[in-house]
């Protein structure tokens, strides 16, 4: 048992390695490790790499492994297995906040923190509907955020509709199916602070979720905080989505089947869980960002539709075929 | 042990229960009666924590029960409520083992020797060491609630509060469940167990609260509560007594009357 719990990190590892190979020109991997040796060399293969594909692996880990880590907890929180990170309104809040900068000009360089904070102010209002005495209903947790989303995405097609120059249609749906073309390192560092502290949240929230395995009123009967671990995982997987979205835009399905997945691999405890859910998500965005850059280079397709049509194949095989056959 | 001081239990806004007042001793078996929807649950919330009295206070060694922390209070009441279905695959080693989320900080993911012990003896009490590892939701009802009272034992509580512990078993199993209940009376535990068979009530009980028409109607030994009147009062019906070979006082609804 303890073995599967290595096949995460290794998945990442080895989605990693391909990222940084793989591209526009293919590197040999005796230069890539080269490269990786020499930070401080000044040849093309060391540009290629520590300037734009080390970062776009960067994001693309951040990007999975958040979105995983958001999904596994608000699964474990609402005991819902459809629960994805977007079901609490962040990718739409997001999604409205782009859109609207780009209907008023703004520049694209402010679309990450728009974009973080829209997603931030549409989950917050998604909680505050969601609230029944200190805690949060699951029901209407799920009914207020797909309301809310509904909303948002109505509000989306409605600007996007009035607005009839082709450069916002063609920016913002790069956002809506997600794309980490052109991130790099000042994006990274935007991100990485609000999804690290995401992160250590949802360390600390892994008691609470394994707690919370057995029935909210059990629960509460072995001295789990009820209400202060909703929000604690809300707030936790609120911080993660938005840096998420504020990167890559709508990137669907890694929070919603990463979290089956390494529940397959590892197991329902939290403690391997959540890092299981994290390193496997990095590892599917990592390689559904190689494909997408690399494909039909020098063009690319954007990251969210490789995920689809990647991911969820593997998600049918692995999960759905092995559930039948029980 | 715990204390229920003139208290006033309202539930989604209606007054359901008024002027409840008993002490529960340590080592004391004491089962709650009463008809649906008469406020059981609520009480044995109440006492757990979960809600607070409209009015009155319950006490826990002198302290409210809703004033104290939410882990120190499960190191002292461990409630096992029954309404609730497992969608987790959890296994029942573990299952027992989050009893003791209590006893442990947040920044610890692994038991302690004490962890390891208490669970050890909750399974031994138990007798559920077959089945350690098999997955909780292959197990029948028996073995669940076999492994829910695992669980609470686990917590190391002084006070055990059970809502309808023996529902859905078998009259054998149930037995077995309230004796290991009553076992652990003898090493100073206190139960208290809304349960909804009388006699079974009685044969485990020290001593029976009957509540009915919004109050506790009385506390008292098995013996007492049996051949008292209040018990029709409560449940509203005819009841009719018997005694066995060996002089206990049994108790059934008089025969229906078809018009």
Known sequence: MFYRRLLPPLAALLAAGVGLAVGGDALPFSQVVHALANPHARDVAHTILWQLRMPRVLCAALVGSALALAGVQLQGMLRNPLVDPYLIGTSAGAAVAIAVALAFGIGLSFLPALGFLGGLGASLFVAALARRGGGIDATRLILAGVAISALLAASVALLSVLARSISFQLTLQAWLVGSLAGRGWSDLRFAVPYAAVGAIVAIGNIRALDALRIGDVRARGIGLDIERAQWSILGSATLLTAAAVSLAGMVGFVGLIVPHLARRIVGSDARALLPASAFLGAAMAIAADAIARSIIAPRELPLGIVLAFAGIPIFIIIYLRREQRR | ?259
């Open chain 2, 1 to 259: 042990m715990i204390r229920a001081h003139e208290v006033v239990l309202q539930r989604g806004g209606r007054r359901v229960l008024d002027g409840i007042d008993f002490e529960l001793r340590s080592g004391e078996f004491v089962a709650l009666l009463g008809p649906n929807g008469v406020g059981k649950t609520t009480l044995l919330r109440a006492c757990a924590g979960f809600d607070i009295p409209a009015a009155g206070t319950i006490d826990l060694e002198g302290t409210p029960v809703h004033r104290l922390a939410v882990a120190q209070r499960a190191r002292h009441i461990a409630m096992l409520s029954s309404d609730e279905i497992l969608a987790d695959e959890l296994r029942v080693r573990d299952v027992v083992a989050i009893g003791r989320f209590p006893h442990r900080p947040w920044w610890k993911f692994s038991p302690t020797e004490e962890d390891e012990r208490a669970i050890a003896n909750a399974v031994t009490a138990t007798h559920i060491e077959a089945y350690l590892d098999r997955i909780f939701t292959h197990l029948s009802s028996g073995e669940q609630q076999r492994v829910w009272i695992a669980m609470a034992l686990a917590q190391g509580a002084p006070l055990l509060l059970l809502d309808e512990p023996t529902t859905h078993l078998d009259v054998r199993v149930a037995h077995n469940v309230l004796g290991l209940l009553r076992e652990r009376t003898k090493m100073g535990t206190s139960v208290l167990c809304v349960l909804h068979d009388i006699n079974e009530a009685a044969a485990v009980a020290d001593r029976i609260m009957l509540l009915g028409c919004g109050r506790m109607l009385a506390l008292a030994p098995p013996v007492e509560i049996l051949a008292s009147p209040l018990l029709d009062e409560a449940y509203g019906i005819a009841m009719h007594r018997a005694r066995t070979a060996d002089g206990r006082i049994i108790v059934v609804p008089a025969p229906y009357h078809p018009e």
